[in-house]
């Protein structure tokens, strides 16, 4: 089992700043990645950063050049910075561990990131 909990979201201007945190803990010698995914209400989730046990990073299109992924293996958490930040931008920031050994990912809770105009 892993448990995740993240922090960092809220409201921001459009072209502002956040950045968000997610902290492992349990099982997490089984983690073989971490990263981000986002879900608008309606709508399905949709896969924004991921940083691999070897450092090897993923962004999505929509956010490459103004999203950051980073991890920290010694405090078992990663971030994302998020710059320039636009309206559709707005959603449900999910944290992710993938777990190779059970097939499946596990997620946070989510945190709310609002981007007004």
């Known amino acids: 089992q892993v448990q995740l909990v993240e922090s960092g979201g809220g409201l921001v201007q459009a072209g502002g700043s956040l950045r968000l945190s997610c902290a492992a803990s349990?099982?997490?010698?089984?983690?073989?990645?971490m990263g981000w995914y986002r879900q608008v209400p309606g709508k399905q989730r949709d896969f924004i950063a991921t940083?691999?046990?070897?450092?090897?990073?993923n962004y999505a299109d929509s956010v490459k050049g103004r999203f950051t992924i980073s991890r920290d293996n010694a405090k078992n958490t990663v971030s994302l910075q998020m710059n320039s930040l636009k309206p559709e931008d707005t959603a449900v920031y999910y944290c992710y561990a993938k777990i190779p050994a059970v097939g499946t990912n596990y997620w946070g809770q989510g945190t709310q990131v609002t981007v007004s105009s």
């Open positions: 349990g099982s997490i010698f089984s983690i073989s990645a």
């Open positions: 940083i691999t046990n070897g450092g090897s990073l």
